[in-house]
């Protein structure tokens, strides 16, 4: 029975996302888009530098996922969610409680399939259009975001909220298993700040830089639900969400006044 259960929302999710990029083809490239001849390769020389950053990120994000983070963990031997804990109390809790369960499912279908197909959707966007102060922005500002998030998730490990009140996760309860998948990409205790939501709004401002609005009100809605989403499924501490806030807009702030010249190449 579970695994019917498991294959029904890997197909769920598959579906999701065939809806997805048949969504993105008729709604956010122009109709020309289909009638040139695109110039992948030439596209990829041009922007190989930034493919490289974005791909070395995210290699050695899952390098200290899996491999540094347990050691500095045990080395700190401390867990600061009892800090966030005594300073907001029981608020994020308080959801894991009062869960709805077609808003459960709704936003698990958000944090994990809609908030992933943008993170990989919008490179290839920015790619395929070959717009480069989009895909100059990303690389840097992934770069950047994560260069000052790592120290934090080395040393200050912060369990999140459901693994801290020894809650069900609703992840598990909706698609059951997905968590050894999804914590082969992260870990339980790297919340402060909240990767989710400074990259959801990062996205939502590389994406703006394409002057493709239909696509521009697509990431900015996803931003806002993904982070809603990990309030309501009890995931991230409300400093986790302000920080990664804070982390995404000092970073734009950063590309904005010393890179200005070369984005704007």
């Keep these: 029975m579970a695994v019917n259960i498991i294959d029904t929302w890997y197909i769920v999710l598959g579906l999701v996302y065939l809806l997805l990029i048949i969504l993105s083809l008729i709604l956010f490239f122009p109709r020309k888009f289909f009638k040139e001849k695109i110039r992948i390769f ?8 930034y493919i490289l950053l974005i791909v070395g990120v995210v290699a050695f994000h899952l390098f200290e996922v899996n ?24 608020f994020v809790f308080w959801f894991s409680q009062h869960w709805t369960p077609v808003l ?38 992934l770069l950047l975001i994560y260069i000052i998030a790592l120290p934090f998730y080395l ?64 990431a900015f809605i996803t931003m806002i639900l993904v982070i809603i989403s990990v309030i309501y499924l009890s995931i991230h501490w409300v400093l986790d969400i302000i920080s990664g806030a804070i982390l995404t807009i000092g970073v734009i702030l950063i590309l904005r006044k010393y890179l200005k010249e070369e984005l704007n190449e």
């Excluded at 499912?105 to 070959?130: M, R």
């Excluded at 020894?166 to 999804?182: H, M, R």
């Design 42 to 49: 030439k596209f990829i020389n041009e922007n190989f530098l």
């Design 67 to 90: 491999v540094i983070d347990s050691h500095t963990t045990e080395l700190v031997g401390y867990d600061f969610a009892n800090n966030i804990k005594d300073i907001e109390g029981d």
């Design 104 to 141: 459960v499912y709704f936003f698990v279908l958000i944090y994990i399939g809609v908030y992933s197909f943008t993170l990989w959707f919008s490179p290839v966007y920015f790619l395929l259009t070959n717009n480069k102060k989009a895909m100059k922005t990303l690389a840097y500002g």
């Design 155 to 218: 040393f200050l490990p912060i369990t999140n909220v459901y693994t801290y009140y020894n809650v069900s996760s609703a992840l598990e309860t909706v698609i059951p298993s997905v968590e050894s998948f999804f914590y082969s990409t992260t870990t339980q205790n790297n919340c402060l700040p909240s990767l989710h939501t400074a990259m959801t709004i990062f996205i939502a401002y590389s994406v703006s830089l394409t002057g493709n609005k239909k696509f521009t009100y697509f």
